[in-house]
């Protein structure tokens, strides 16, 4: 009997602390959620906290797509994003099967190359130096190419290749097929869930693309979004008389924070399970 | 035999091509290019035709007479540190209470909403502290006013910096960094757990006795893996949400090579002490990851 007692305090116990964990991982945002769609003054009459507003009002928002930045920010995270995943995902691919193969001569050499670059790099100067000197500076190929193939990802694809069956690629060569044919008609539709994995994570890396553009982008025209969200929170106060009249620059930061966090928060939990995989993976071979 | 190797294998060398540029271009010219370190790096000449320094290690003597190197170095080792202390004991808690938890959904819900934080940007972080912390704005300042207190200034004060630095970064990786834990957990022999209960061990001698030392080989694995990268603590971050109030508390190497370099154009200084860095990152690495190899598995 007390034995079922202590236990049931236990699970509570355990549920509360879990429960706060949860709040506090989604609280925040649900504030910035509810400051970037609450008239100032209501804030103001509530002390500051308001979770779910009486009044809604979009018009943070409806400022921000008319009179900013962050509709062309946004094109070009878009496309960064939808240009660069391609981009590493057929560069990870294409490098990852070969070196998949045991016994090719060279491989260990260019697994030495890609290995080393995990625990030794040339900095941030000579990166710029090398990016100016190849003629990327100012273009959308900086935000791409000099991040274009992660070493972990490879090496992740690389030893999920290894797990596919020997007798696959025995009977298609028998068969007569040219190893690029091999590679995109029976590994590719077989690899759908690493190559799932990989391509969220640098999914995800482009739409969080913000230190290239800082790097190797001056033109405002190209600056994707997590640049120019930055910029809006950099603007300091206004003071906050006569709020009722004006949209006011925290609600305008808010609003514009939830607009470059958006499509994250948005699939993120569907995809969530692939994420989890991914670092499990990762950690385990990388 | 090198040609019958070609004949045999030329797709594969085709397909490796693309990649090895990548390598060759954007990973290796700049370990080259490293060589302006001991340069008087000028743009009209180039890396390759600037004058040499002299002597040699000007540079490096000039970073390590100026009143950075002590700072940069201090702040970059405590933030680290800092972080790596904080930062290891609330995921393996965290792995420890998802572990307990028997009702599924609550489980599952607890998992996706502790991992979102690592997907958000410091940028959108950055953002989140503003709406938490800022002086004229920020929530915690307006309860502080209310309850009769003066507002604070937390995200520019030299004195609560790098608390922000630390707890944020516990924010975002809370739940991310359960995950291996909780691989590492499932991983136990779940006879063990049936033999505690048959001798009548409680839930809590269970923790104690079977799970945390099923999983303490991983936790002391992970921690001196961290300790391999004392020296990144986190640029990305404290780039992002510094200021110039809290450059004495919160630049790092890795910050003041970014201004020195790119911003005051000093390509020279700056890759020397880019250099510095990335060698004795470098000896750190492989030293823990041979400690880590010795401890059972190593990550190679």
Known sequence: MVKGLEDRLFNALVYAVLVFCALLAIFPILYVISVSITPFGEVLRNGGFILIPRDVTLTAYKTLLTQSNLP????????????????????TGLMAYPLSRKNLPGRRLVLLMIVFTLIFSGGLIPTYLIVKSVGLIDSIWAMILPNAIWSFNVLIMKSFFEGLPEEL??????????????????????SIPVIMTIGLFYLVGHWNEFFQAIFYVTDRTLFPLQVIVREILMQSQQPLENADNITPTQTLQMASVMIASLPVLVVYPFIQKYFTKGMLLGSIKG | MALAALRKYWPFYVMLLPGVLFYLIFRYFPMYGMVIAFKDFSMMDGILHSPWANPWYKHFETFYQSPYFGELLRNTLLISLYKLVWGTIPPILLALLLNECRIRWLRSIVQTLTYMPHFLSWVIIFGILIALFSQNGGIVNRWIVEAGGSSYPFLTSTHTFRSVLVGSEVWQNLGWGAIIYLAAIAGIDPTLYEAARVDGASRLRMIWHITIPGIRSVIVLLFILKLGHLLDAGFDQIYILYNIQVYPVADILDTWVYRTGLQQLNFSLASAVGLFKSLIGMVLVLFANNVAKRWGEGIW
Do not use: H, M, Y
Request: hydrophobic share 55%.
């Open chain 1, 72 to 91: 062309q920010a946004f094109k070009v995270t878009v496309l960064i994003t939808v240009v660069g995943t391609a981009i590493n995902l057929v560069l």
């Open chain 1, 169 to 190: 690629f025995e009977s298609a060569r028998i068969d007569g097929a040219k190893e690029f044919r091999i590679l995109f008609q029976i590994v590719t539709p077989l």
